[in-house]
């Protein structure tokens, strides 16, 4: 089993809809939660972090599922330029190494 | 705003050469990283340095080594490079971890990438 697992996708979404996407994550001491985007052969960057409390940021909200250990990510309003691959990554221990999953690709569709 | 270069966009090379990849960071990060991005497989990290001269390896380090002489400067060597090496290669930096798990400290930030081919 993977330490981070996500749907590759791609999920195909029509402008202006919502979508959301989850990342399971197999070690319970993990502590810090991202996800960042990468456009088509550019660099990963950093989306948001993900709280335990849950964070929204304009249209998108991240979730934390401690007990089931998935984070989630929603997308509110879809926008042409949110075509993307979102990566879900985990910290576990505070130490210098992020645990990064393989990416679920979105494609928005006017 | 935190600027990570690397020496070259593309680069392609034959079966046994000597490789080197530069990455630079201006941000005076303590931590830098090189990961291989591969189709299917996500990041997976090679070597990371946590400090000038220092090294770790990280998942994947085998037919590959690193140098940090300088704190803003960190290298990754094919020695020898194989056609299995052809892959897209990342470097990041960050500041090092805080005590307890602090998400402004775990962010790393990355470099353009290099897309090496090794024919």
């Known amino acids: 089993r993977k330490e981070v697992e996500q749907d590759p996708g791609p999920f195909n979404v029509p402008e202006g809809a919502t979508v959301a996407f989850n990342c399971t994550y197999s070690n319970s001491a993990s502590q810090s939660f991202f996800w960042y985007r990468q456009d088509c052969r550019k660099e990963p960057k950093l989306l948001m972090s993900?709280?335990?409390?849950?964070n929204e940021d304009g249209r998108f909200t991240a979730q934390l599922n401690r007990a089931s250990q998935y984070i989630s990510l929603l997308i509110r309003d879809s926008k042409l330029s949110d075509s993307a691959t979102y990566l879900c990554v985990v910290n576990t221990d505070s130490n210098y190494q992020l645990i990064w999953g393989a990416g679920t690709k979105l494609i928005i569709k006017p | 705003d935190v600027k990570v270069t690397q020496s070259s966009r593309y680069l392609v090379k034959r079966t046994g050469e000597k490789v080197f990849l530069e990455c630079v960071q201006d941000?005076?990060?303590?931590?830098m990283f090189w990961y291989r991005q591969d189709p299917g497989l996500g990041l997976r990290l090679i070597y990371f340095?946590?400090?000038?001269?220092?090294?770790e390896k990280g998942d994947i380090p085998e037919g590959y080594s690193v140098s940090r002489e300088k704190k803003e400067r960190f290298s990754l060597i094919l020695e020898s490079a194989s056609t299995n090496q052809t892959s897209m290669y990342l470097c990041?930096?960050?500041?090092?971890?805080?005590?307890?798990?602090?998400?402004?400290?775990?962010?790393?930030?990355f470099g353009p990438g290099t897309r090496l081919t090794v024919l």
């Open positions: 990041a930096s960050s500041f090092p971890p805080a005590r307890e798990a602090d998400p402004l400290t775990d962010t790393q930030y």
């Open positions: 941000m005076d990060h303590e931590n």
């Open positions: 340095s946590y400090d000038v001269k220092m090294k």
């Open positions: 993900v709280y335990s409390s849950g």
